[in-house]
């Protein structure tokens, strides 16, 4: 069982910047493709980013260009570095991983979650 916990998240302008951390415990995860879904009140849970074992990327069109994904397989931790943020990515941030080096996108795809950081974006 790999256990995830999410941290970094909080409330900042817009325009602004943070950086949200998802720590893994439990078995190893390096070969697992691992990838940040967000949630806003009243919504479906959505696709972010997604990073495979080979370290190569996806992004939703949404945020590509200002968010990035990266993982530190040493530490058993992955981050999003979001930047320019806007109102509407004020979401609960959730990471995901699953037992598979081959990303997807599909919240069914993901075989085991973090509990969320809460993102909040002002204007």
């Known amino acids: 069982q790999v256990q995830l916990v999410e941290s970094g998240g909080g409330l900042v302008l817009a325009g602004g910047s943070l950086r949200l951390s998802c720590a893994a415990s439990?078995?190893?995860?390096?070969?697992?493709?691992m990838a940040w879904f967000r949630q806003a009140p009243g919504k479906k849970r959505e696709f972010v980013a997604a990073i495979a074992w080979s370290s190569s990327t996806v992004y939703a069109n949404s945020v590509k260009g200002r968010f990035s994904i990266s993982r530190d397989k040493a530490k058993n931790t992955m981050y999003v570095q979001m930047y320019s943020l806007k109102p509407e990515d004020t979401a609960l941030y959730y990471c995901?991983?699953?037992?598979?080096?081959?990303?997807?996108?599909?919240?069914?795809?993901?075989?085991?979650w973090g509990q969320g950081t809460q993102v909040t974006v002002s204007s």
């Open positions: 439990g078995r190893a995860f390096s070969n697992d493709a």
């Open positions: 995901a991983g699953r037992r598979s080096t081959v990303i997807r996108r599909r919240t069914d795809d993901y075989d085991y």
